[in-house]
């Protein structure tokens, strides 16, 4: 509907243009709002305002010029005049009405789809050398919803998990796993079922012991160079890091799989290649022996430059070097119109000056858009970043066992007679939509309070409130499941049907936004007010007990919709619906 008000209105500065009452050549941005109070209508726009200086004339004449020039629509009932020259629009009920029974019939509930475009997502990306650790959560959760979102609008996404599978690092680890094959044969496999202490024991050994520091070094010289053994060794660690990182996505319901790994080793071979291209456009500069890029736009506070490292004098590479060959095949090979990288805000400062660099050395197609989508820090109750009691990383597995656990007592205390196995399947849901959702429904931006007991309730934009929102909507059906629709309409008559009709018929503009910032944030929000603009509407009108049957059937058709729009909101949040619970 928002698009539709956009269109009618630049028809009307067409006219006007063609009227020379505005430049022809003159390009108007039209924003169209919802308005908060319905006495002013469904939409208002500001555009009189915004073009008074080019059209020389006072805002309110022009808006009546604005409106005077707008096509006849049958969805539109009324257009006003505000204030210093606001434009209102009231939208026909029945207009309305007919939309929602259109969204209904449709399996896109009538979201208007976009032109389709390819659009790269790199997200979770953990380093593999160390377990997944809560740090992670965001990123995998928050980046998988905006993939499904992408999807459900029928872009293309390539999800890209650009796991840190590279490194100095990675000589310690061989080393290591080395020393413990020759001494306990197979057995080596096993301590890697828990690689954050592998990592530590592979350190302390590190720190201790100048041969065992060597060897490390000597491993990843060998690596980098191809060698088959320490590529067969590498191989294996990996393998059992990932098939970790796995299970994680399994319990989370992330749709990522083996297919998307595409790990900074991935770019290896091209790294050679970033520096000599670097290189012939003059971008390089040395210092202190290392291969560095100044750039301009990227001072310290002191106004000292702040370069890019890409080679270091060691002759290794680094991070941003990989992020370089990454965006050129994000560009050349996958042909993205869009890149979004969903890693913490505290990158933020290496992801501008890499973007700014593969602009400036034609890395990246000019109209390929690349976007940070940053997160805040999951902090614990004390504020602090989240850690366990002794002050260790939190493991995301047992974070994520510990809310199944507390999400099991909650189901419990409300079904006492519910038997065990239906307990813990509804618990395993709660547990884990309740972890998600408390992370997505947060501005990615700012930082967050993990909270169990937060997440858990019922009351609030929480995970539990919203799936029992759903269970009461889905439980109208299966009283009514004799009554035949097929017939039925929607009619729009009391405010409160008004006021729910008019929140689903929100829900294509809603994603829009969430997938053009990547903010799931929008879309909980909107779910929690659809999920009260229906508990309001089921309140003040009767379904079952309507007074007439084409009332009953119009509600129930209504609840219907909203049902599906809560299944599908949750289904690209990556939630899981029940039945009861
Ligand atoms: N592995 C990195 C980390 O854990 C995140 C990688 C994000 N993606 C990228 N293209 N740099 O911090």
Known sequence: MKSHIQSLLEQAINTLKQQAIIPADFEARIQVDRTKDKTHGDFATNLAMMLTKVARKNPRELAQLIIDSLPQDSQVSKVEIAGPGFINFFIDESALANQLMAALKDEHLGVVLPTPQTVVVDYSSPNLAKEMHVGHLRSTIIGDSVVRALEFQGHKVIRQNHVGDWGTQFGMLLAYME?????????????????????????????????????????????????????KLWQEFNDISLSHCHDVYARLGVSLTRADVRGESAYNDDLAQVVLDLD??????????????????????????????????????????????????????????????????????????????????????????????????????????????????????????????????????????????????????????????????????????????????????????LLYAYTRVAGIFKRAADIDLSDASIKLEHDKEKELGSKLAQFGEVLNRMVAKGQPHALCGYLFELAGAFSSFYEACPVLAADSEAEKKSRLLLSQLTAKTLKQGLDLLGIETLERM
């Open 179 to 231: 020393e413990l094959r020759a001494k306990n044969g197979e057995q080596a496999q096993m301590e890697l079922s828990d690689l954050e202490s592998f990592y530590r024991a592979a350190k302390v050994r590190f720190d201790e012991s100048e041969e065992f520091a060597t060897r490390a070094r000597k491993l990843v010289v060998e690596l980098q160079s191809g060698d088959a053994y320490c590529n």
């Open 280 to 465: 012939t456009q003059g971008l390089l500069a040395e210092s202190n022996g290392a291969k560095v890029v100044f750039q301009e736009e990227f001072k310290t506070k002191e106004g000292e430059p702040l370069p890019v490292i890409i080679q270091k004098a060691d002759g290794g590479y680094l991070y941003a070097t990989s992020d370089m060959a990454a965006m050129r095949y994000r560009s050349n090979v996958l042909n993205a119109d869009r890149a979004l990288y969903f890693v913490d805000l505290r990158q933020g400062l290496h992801f501008q000056q890499v973007f700014n660099l593969a602009r400036k050395a034609k890395f990246v197609k000019p109209e390929m858009s690349l976007e940070h989508m940053g997160f805040g820090t999951m902090n614990g109750e004390d504020g602090r970043p989240f850690k366990t009691r002794s002050g260790g990383v939190v493991k995301l597995v047992d974070l994520l066992s510990e809310a199944e656990t507390r999400a099991l007592e909650l189901v419990r205390s409300k079904n006492p007679d519910m038997d065990q196995q239906e307990l813990e399947q509804i618990a395993k849901v709660v547990g884990i939509s309740s972890v998600k959702y408390a992370d997505l429904s947060k501005n990615r931006a700012s930082d967050y309070i993990f909270s169990f007991e937060q997440m858990l309730s019922f009351e609030g934009n929480t995970a539990p409130y």
